[in-house]
């Protein structure tokens, strides 16, 4: 049986699972959970989602997202607007008020990415992301060689 240290699937796997860790300690520092953060950083890429769009994107249960939007709108982060052309959706839209967070946010991930990048050279960075990208763009496609919906879009 193939070592978890020479298993790229088990590395990628752990260290996702590290970072993840790594940003709750971090979020709570702030008041924050992850999928809360998360949350607030796809709406400020991607405004406007409706609630089931961004349960797609977070993989979890629109209920759960409902709850995560209700505690984000509590603390004036973020509102729920009526859609124009559908009166049973609403769209969550970032208010003022997150801006100071996002930026957090940035600065969290611009330090990280230095402390565990900041060795390696910008060429091997840029072969990891293209590797990294062509990997997901792979494990996302259906066998007719269409893509499917992934949860980091």
């Known amino acids: 049986m193939k070592s978890f240290d020479n298993d790229l699937q ?17 979020a709570r520092t702030y008041g924050l959970t992850r999928a809360q953060g998360v949350i607030l950083v796809r709406l400020h890429h991607q405004p406007g989602l409706s609630q089931n769009e961004m349960a797609a994107l977070c993989e979890v249960e629109p209920i759960t997202v409902g709850r995560l939007v209700d505690r984000l709108e509590a603390r004036g982060l973020l509102e729920r607007r009526p859609d124009p052309g559908d009166r049973r959706i609403n769209r969550l839209h970032l208010l003022a008020a997150a801006q100071p967070i996002l930026a957090l946010i940035d600065d969290y991930r611009a ?7 900041g ?11 293209e590797v990294l990208q062509h990997m997901k763009t792979k494990i996302t496609m259906e066998a007719a060689g269409t893509p499917l919906a992934a949860a980091g879009e």
Do not use: Y
């Not at 330090?111 to 990048?117: F, K, S, T």
């Open 119 to 129: 060795d390696v050279p910008a060429e091997k960075r840029a072969i990891v992301l």
């Open 111 to 117: 330090e990280l990415g230095e402390q565990i990048l």
């Open 10 to 26: 088990f590395q990628l796997h752990d260290l996702a699972r590290v970072l993840r860790t790594r940003f709750d300690r971090w």
